[in-house]
Each structure stands twice: as C-alpha cells, then as structure tokens.
C-alpha cells in the first residue's frame, strides 16, 4: 500500500505554503492506511505518487503545484464548511476485534508512527507548511486518538463495570457474611438457650419452703392456730350477748381480733405450702401444693372466715361483735389439733376425758350467753324465768350476770331440773329444745366414758381372764396348792413387771420391714453376744433376730437337765441362772445376764461325744427372763445360707476341739448316713412334689384341648347350617373389613 512521508515530500523551504497554512499543527506519524484517509481523487492521487522525486506533489511543473493548492483550498473550505469534525462511529474492525484486539491494533499504529517520525521536528508541529500531509496524517491521528479514546472510554467502563461488579460482589459477600453472622448468631444463641436450658436443668431448683404435716413444726403451728380458733369460739358470743363485756375492754378486743386475723391469713399460706404424698413421694411444687389446697372443701371454709365483715363497722359500730362469726369456720384446724394431740400423747384415755368435758362446758357456756340474750329481748325480771333485773341488789354486776346463767344452762342441759319454769311459749320451746340437747349430751357422756373406762382396763382383763380360766383349770385338775401358788406367783410377777404382752400378737399388724427393726432395736444386741453368731451375715442374724422366744422362769425351775435332749439355745436377758450338781444344790457357776447356753446342742456337730444332750444342769435362782432359739427355727434359716451354715459348724467344731468334746476320726469320715438319708427323703419329697404339679398341668392341658375342639365343632355346625346366601354375606362382610 503507497504511504505518505512528509519530511521527504515537503521540505521546509517553501514559505508560501507555510503563509497558506491556518495554524494547524504537523503531526509526525504518518504511515496509515489509504483506506482511512479523507475520500477525494487528490487524496488517492498523492497516496500513489513515489516516495522519492520532486515531481510527485512539489515537482517543478505547474501542474503539479496547481493540484496541490486545489486540494488544499477544497479541505479549507470542507473544513470551514462543517465545523469541528464529528467524530466517526467505530468501525466494523473495532466492533468485530472486540477491546483485546483494539489495542494490539492500537499499539501496532502507534509503533509505525513512532518509526516514520524523527525526533528532531517536535518544535515545527506548531506551524505546518504543508496542509494536504496535515490533512492525511491529522486524519489518522484523529482516527487514533478516537480509537485510543473509545479504548480509554471502554477500559473504564469496564474498570466501572469491574468496580460495580466488585463492589456489587462485596456487597453480596457483606450480605452473605451478615447472614453468615446471623445464623452463626443464631446458632450461638441457640446454643447458648440449650446450655442456659442445660444449666437450668442441672441447676437444682429452688427449694421452697414447705411444711411438711407429719413434723413437730407442722403440731407446732397447728397449737398456734388452735389459739385464735378457740378464743373465737368462747368469745365472741360472749362479748355479742354481755354488752358490758364489749364496751369495757375495747382495746384489748381490737387487738386480740386481728391478732387472730393475722394468724388466720398465715395460716391460708401455710396450708397453700403443705406438703402432701404422691405415689408415696413428699410433693414439694408451689403450684400443685396451691392447686391441691383450693380444689379440698376446706378452702370455702377459709374464705368464709377470711372474708373482712369488718368493714360493716364503719356502718354499725365497733360494738357489734357477732358480724365476726364468720371467723367460726375455721373450726376445722382446733379438731385437727385435737386428733394430733390424741395421737401423740402417752395417755389417750385420760385426754379423751378431758377433750369430751371441754365439749360438754362449750355448749353450756353457749347456752348461757343465749339465756341471757333472750332475757335481754324479752326484759330482764319480766317473769320468773327471765334473769332477774340489774336492779336487785348484786344482779347488776358483770360477773353474777355470766355466772347466773352458766348455773342455769348447765342446770337445764344435765337434766337436772331445779330452775324456774318458763312461761311464754318461746320460753317454752327453748326449754323443751335445751332438754333434748341435754338427753344427747349425756348419752354422748355415758357412753364415752363406759367406752373409755373398758379401754384403760382392757389389759387387765384380759390378763385377768388368763388368770382365771388356768385358776378353773388347776382346780378342775385338783393340782396341790403348791403347785397352784407357783402358778399364780408366775403371773403377779408378769403383771407387777409388765411382762403380758405377747409381742407376736402385738407386732403383727406391723409390715416385716419394721418388724424385723423393732425386733433389732430390741434383741439384736443380746444376740450379737453369742461367740457362734458374731461374724455371721447381718440378714442371717436380722431372721434370727424374729424367730426369739422370751421365757420367763420362776425361782428353782430347771431350764435344763443333764442328758435331756437339745432343742433351743438359751440367752439371759435379765435374772440369774445356776449350774448345779444333780442333787440341785450344789452350785459350780452362775450365769448372768448376757450368757447363753445350748449352742452346741442345736447345730447338730458331726462326732460331737455329747451329741445333742444336756451335759449339766442349769436352774433358775429367781425371776429369769431368757431368749429361746429353737434348732427347727435356726435350720430353716440357715437354707438359705449355706456359707454361714459351714461357718457355724466349724465354729461348733473348734470350741468341741478346744473342750476335747469331739470325735476326730467321726467328725472326718464324711457325711453322716442320717444326713444322707434325710437328703433323700427330702429329694423324694421334692421329686413327688414335682409330679403332682406336672399331672395337674397335663390334665389342665387335656381339659384346654377338650374344650376347643368342643368350641370347633359347635362352629362347625353353624358353619353347616348356613345357606349359601348368608355364606357369602359373611365372606363379603370379612373382605370389606380388610
């Protein structure tokens, strides 16, 4: 393709065409191509003139210089005809390479110019002598320098579109981050609930304060509460009938009134924290101790007597103490201190006494607060039933006035009579309902204390119908006198030492469990005293401990006789024992309390020289009470201890060795025949036993088998009857089922 150079086409020594020039500058890259210059036949025909030769554009005919001036005076007068050149849109090649290859283009243009230029004309690109050149090469600098522009214009758009995008990317990670956050907040706070949910349920709650009704706190509170109760009881229709009584201690009535107020209040909040027993287990939860106190009866009753009628004083005075009766209802807590209290007590008959007379002196003090109160409506001295007026002398005085009519009621209610007769009609029935509620006081009176007086003497006569039927017996018998004297000695020395009771009869209402503890609260330390027993399982000696017989032997009984046969051990609880010779006299010790005997004999010691007889005499010197341990007793528990049965052999074993009591060529020749023989008797039991319980199976199993094939065949029959119809039915109604 023909290029332009203007340094060689255009010297500088042509000053007409430097006058002719309008200032443009000369641009010095100038290798471009023809394709991009401005359209025109000068253009194309300076673009194909030689490089070299002044006869190209500046050659010396007049031809030449003649198309040069035309072609620069038709670009002047194009450019002062359209202004400032517009610039061009991009190119197909521009919108075809894409911006990557723009600037490889780019950068190859920039290199050629850099090539076609010198370096020494950068001072003559402010005055150009040679227009058409500065027209070609303006055009492609232009075109350049747009190019270059729009490559400017697109990198940064794409800097801002790579700026939004990161920015619309950070943002986006900002958001997710925050999200992130939040989650992990969740997550933490989720984590955070469990642990608190963690902590709280490893935290013990909060104990409460409760009371527990089977405490000496809870008998403590309820005598507090029996206080206020009772001072209502007595009171208020005593201050309500005698209205001297009121008006006199005013103060002292206010004070002791909401006093017991308060306690009545303290008490609804104790009872909103009583303790009550759930599957057997103490319930200690404040809502289901509230709960369990409002859905009982008693709560209305406590509202009831809670409610303030206090406030109708303000309308009717503070003398008008029966607006207070309400307080009445809380009745219920001084019965309860009185069951507790009967409970709880050493004398229960005498309190039951004392508690049936405390009711007997409420009604007749109620009773002569009504008296009165009728003989204040009616008139005093009216009539001769009526209290007398205050104006006889010593009638008006407040004490004669409550003590007339407590002899009046008590008079009325006993039935006794002896008191003025009535003589309205009113009168008449308040007598007539006073002598009915006297008839039920002392049956209730008579009754109660028959019932009371047979309970303190139970004891003695049961002992003294004993003492009786063995007294009737003796002398049924024509036993001596002697004998008979002994006799009864035996039982005033089980009476003086409180010795009837049976304890089998007495304990056996209780459960094993506190049987057996009773029973080691009270023998156990006798028992631990036996050499044989001392290391034994503590189970094994709790079922000894309740298989103990107490025995109480008079002075001179023999407990044992040299060669009698060995059933029980002995263990002195109380009393002297005395080995003797056999003329009974003579003595070689004496045993105290703590000693035991007759341990041997009952283990059944293989090779033992005494076997299982006597070998002294033992005799009571008094009174002796002695724990008695049977060997059947003993053997039965002991089953269920092989271990411990060994052990005690061996034990019996080495005191027989120690006391050369033993036989060592018996006591090593193995099982005893008896032994052996007793083992299989019992196996045969045990065998025979067995087949009596597989029979009964069998012939419950035939009887099952009879009666299902009874059942089969009565179903079978029905089967049979049914027609076809109602065959299907039945399958239809099966198949819908399924």
Same mark, same amino acid.
């Given at each position: 393709?023909a290029k332009i150079c203007t340094i060689k086409s255009y010297p500088t020594n042509q000053s007409s065409l430097d006058d002719s020039d309008d200032g443009s500058d000369r641009v010095h890259s100038a290798c471009e191509d023809a394709s991009s210059a401005v359209p025109g036949p000068a253009s194309t025909a300076t673009s194909r003139l030689p490089e070299s030769g002044r006869s190209s554009v500046r050659g010396a005919g007049a031809m030449g210089r003649l198309s040069h001036f035309l072609f620069t005076l038709r670009s002047w007068a194009a450019r002062r005809l359209r202004? /400032?050149?517009?610039?061009?849109?991009?190119?197909?090649?521009?919108?075809?390479?894409?911006?990557?290859?723009?600037?490889?283009?780019?950068?190859?243009?920039?290199?050629?110019?850099?090539?076609? &230029? /010198?370096?020494?004309?950068?001072?003559?690109?402010?005055?150009?002598?040679?227009?058409?050149?500065?027209?070609?090469?303006?055009?492609?600098?232009?075109?350049?320098?747009?190019?270059?522009?729009?490559?400017?214009?697109?990198?940064?758009?794409?800097?801002?579109?790579?700026?939004?995008?990161?920015?619309?990317?950070?943002?986006?990670?900002? =958001?997710?981050?925050?999200?992130?956050?939040?989650?992990?907040?969740?997550?933490?706070?989720?984590?955070?609930?469990?642990?608190?949910? =963690?902590?709280?349920?490893?935290?013990?709650?909060?104990?409460?304060?409760?009371?527990? /009704?089977?405490?000496?706190?809870?008998?403590?509170?309820?005598?507090?509460?029996?206080?206020?109760?009772?001072?209502?009881?007595?009171?208020?229709?005593?201050?309500?009938? @005698?209205?001297?009584? *009121?008006?006199?201690?005013?103060?002292?009535?206010?004070?002791?009134?909401?006093?017991?107020?308060?306690?009545?209040?303290?008490?609804?909040?104790?009872?909103?924290?009583?303790? @009550?027993?759930?599957?057997?287990?103490?319930?200690?939860?404040?809502?289901?101790?509230?709960?369990?106190?409002?859905? =009982?009866?008693?709560?209305?009753?406590?509202?009831?007597?809670?409610?303030?009628?206090?406030?109708?004083?303000?309308?009717?005075?503070?003398?008008?103490?029966?607006?207070?009766?309400?307080?009445?209802?809380?009745?219920?807590?001084?019965?309860?201190?009185?069951?507790?209290?009967?409970?709880?007590?050493?004398?229960?008959?005498?309190?039951?006494?004392?508690?049936?007379?405390?009711?007997?002196? #409420?009604?007749?003090?109620?009773?002569?607060?009504?008296?009165?109160?009728?003989?204040?409506?009616?008139?005093?001295?009216?009539?001769?039933?009526?209290?007398?007026?205050?104006?006889?002398?010593?009638?008006?005085?407040?004490?004669?006035?409550?003590?007339?009519?407590?002899?009046?009621?008590?008079?009325?209610?006993?039935?006794?009579?002896?008191?003025?007769? /009535?003589?309205?009609?009113?009168?008449?029935?308040?007598?007539?309902?006073?002598?009915?509620?006297?008839?039920?006081?002392?049956?209730?009176?008579?009754?109660?204390?028959?019932?009371?007086?047979?309970?303190?003497?139970?004891?003695?006569?049961?002992?003294?119908? =004993?003492?009786?039927?063995?007294?009737?017996?003796?002398?049924?018998? &024509?036993?001596?006198?002697?004998?008979?004297?002994?006799?009864?000695?035996?039982?005033?020395?089980?009476?003086?030492?409180?010795?009837?009771?049976?304890?089998?009869?007495?304990?056996?209402?209780?459960?094993?469990?506190?049987?057996?503890?009773?029973?080691?609260?009270?023998?156990?330390?006798?028992?631990?005293?036996?050499?044989?027993?001392?290391?034994?399982?503590?189970?094994?000696?709790?079922?000894?401990?309740?298989?103990? &017989?107490? &025995?109480?032997?008079?002075?001179?009984?023999?407990?044992?006789?040299?060669?009698? #046969?060995?059933?029980?051990?002995?263990?002195? *609880?109380?009393?002297?024992?005395?080995?003797?010779?056999?003329?009974?006299?003579?003595?070689?010790?004496?045993?105290?309390?703590?000693?035991?005997?007759?341990?041997?004999?009952?283990?059944?010691?293989?090779?033992?020289?005494?076997?299982?007889?006597?070998?002294?005499?033992?005799?009571?010197?008094g009174y002796s009470d002695l724990f008695a341990l049977s060997k059947d007793d003993l053997m039965e528990s002991l089953t269920e201890y092989p271990d411990a049965k060994k052990a005690l052999e061996e034990k019996g074993k080495a005191i027989l060795m120690k006391d050369n009591l033993i036989d060592e060529a018996i006591a090593n020749a193995g099982a005893d025949p008896l032994e052996l023989f007793d083992r299989i008797v019992n196996l045969q039991n045990s065998v025979d036993a067995t087949t009596v319980k597989f029979a009964r199976l069998m012939a419950e199993q035939v009887?099952?088998?009879?009666?299902?094939?009874?059942?089969?065949?009565?179903?079978?029959?029905?089967?049979?009857?049914?027609?076809?119809?109602?065959?299907?039915?039945?399958?239809?109604?099966?198949?819908?089922?399924?």
């Amino acid at each position: 393709m023909a290029k332009i150079c203007t340094i060689k086409s255009y010297p500088t020594n042509q000053s007409s065409l430097d006058d002719s020039d309008d200032g443009s500058d000369r641009v010095h890259s100038a290798c471009e191509d023809a394709s991009s210059a401005v359209p025109g036949p000068a253009s194309t025909a300076t673009s194909r003139l030689p490089e070299s030769g002044r006869s190209s554009v500046r050659g010396a005919g007049a031809m030449g210089r003649l198309s040069h001036f035309l072609f620069t005076l038709r670009s002047w007068a194009a450019r002062r005809l359209r202004g /400032p050149e517009e610039e061009r849109p991009d190119s197909f090649l521009e919108r075809f390479r894409g911006p990557e290859l723009l600037d490889l283009t780019s950068r190859g243009s920039n290199a050629q110019s850099s090539l076609c &230029q /010198p370096d020494g004309l950068g001072k003559r690109n402010k005055t150009n002598h040679w227009p058409l050149a500065t027209y070609n090469m303006n055009n492609c600098n232009n075109t350049d320098d747009k190019k270059e522009d729009k490559k400017d214009e697109i990198k940064k758009d794409e800097k801002k579109d790579d700026e939004k995008k990161d920015g619309d990317k950070k943002e986006e990670e900002k =958001k997710d981050a925050k999200a992130d956050d939040k989650k992990d907040e969740k997550k933490d706070d989720k984590k955070d609930d469990k642990k608190d949910d =963690k902590k709280k349920e490893e935290e013990p709650k909060k104990e409460i304060w409760v009371m527990d /009704p089977s405490t000496d706190a809870y008998y403590k509170w309820l005598a507090i509460i029996a206080l206020p109760v009772f001072y209502n009881l007595v009171m208020l229709v005593t201050r309500s009938c @005698f209205n001297e009584l *009121q008006e006199n201690y005013t103060y002292l009535w206010i004070f002791l009134d909401y006093t017991s107020d308060f306690i009545y209040y303290s008490d609804a909040f104790v009872k909103s924290r009583t303790a @009550f027993l759930e599957q057997g287990l103490l319930v200690k939860d404040a809502q289901k101790l509230r709960a369990n106190y409002f859905i =009982k009866p008693i709560f209305k009753y406590d509202v009831l007597a809670m409610l303030p009628t206090d406030i109708l004083f303000f309308k009717y005075g503070y003398n008008n103490p029966e607006l207070r009766f309400n307080r009445l209802f809380k009745m219920s807590r001084l019965l309860e201190f009185f069951e507790r209290t009967e409970t709880r007590t050493s004398f229960p008959n005498v309190f039951r006494i004392s508690n049936l007379v405390l009711y007997i002196l #409420i009604i007749i003090h109620w009773n002569g607060c009504l008296f009165f109160a009728i003989s204040k409506t009616l008139g005093f001295g009216s009539d001769t039933w009526v209290y007398p007026n205050s104006s006889r002398p010593g009638f008006e005085r407040l004490a004669r006035k409550y003590i007339y009519c407590l002899y009046w009621s008590t008079l009325t209610l006993t039935c006794i009579g002896e008191v003025p007769p /009535p003589v309205s009609d009113f009168e008449y029935l308040f007598v007539v309902g006073d002598f009915l509620v006297g008839v039920l006081i002392f049956a209730s009176i008579v009754g109660n204390v028959g019932a009371m007086v047979l309970n303190m003497n139970a004891s003695r006569t049961d002992f003294q119908t =004993k003492v009786d039927a063995i007294k009737q017996y003796m002398q049924s018998r &024509q036993v001596s006198k002697e004998l008979e004297a002994r006799v009864i000695k035996w039982f005033d020395y089980l009476w003086t030492e409180n010795k009837t009771c049976d304890e089998k009869a007495v304990l056996k209402h209780l459960p094993d469990k506190l049987k057996a503890e009773i029973a080691i609260n009270v023998h156990l330390d006798t028992l631990k005293k036996v050499r044989i027993f001392q290391d034994c399982e503590a189970a094994l000696l709790i079922e000894l401990v309740l298989k103990l &017989q107490p &025995q109480v032997f008079s002075p001179g009984d023999y407990i044992c006789k040299k060669g009698d #046969i060995g059933r029980e051990m002995y263990i002195i *609880q109380d009393g002297k024992l005395a080995v003797v010779a056999d003329d009974g006299i003579t003595q070689f010790v004496v045993l105290g309390e703590g000693a035991y005997f007759g341990e041997i004999s009952i283990l059944g010691i293989k090779g033992s020289k005494a076997g299982n007889r006597r070998t002294a005499n033992i005799r009571s010197v008094g009174y002796s009470d002695l724990f008695a341990l049977s060997k059947d007793d003993l053997m039965e528990s002991l089953t269920e201890y092989p271990d411990a049965k060994k052990a005690l052999e061996e034990k019996g074993k080495a005191i027989l060795m120690k006391d050369n009591l033993i036989d060592e060529a018996i006591a090593n020749a193995g099982a005893d025949p008896l032994e052996l023989f007793d083992r299989i008797v019992n196996l045969q039991n045990s065998v025979d036993a067995t087949t009596v319980k597989f029979a009964r199976l069998m012939a419950e199993q035939v009887s099952t088998q009879n009666k299902i094939r009874e059942r089969v065949k009565s179903m079978e029959a029905k089967v049979k009857s049914l027609s076809k119809d109602e065959k299907e039915e039945v399958v239809e109604d099966k198949t819908d089922k399924k």
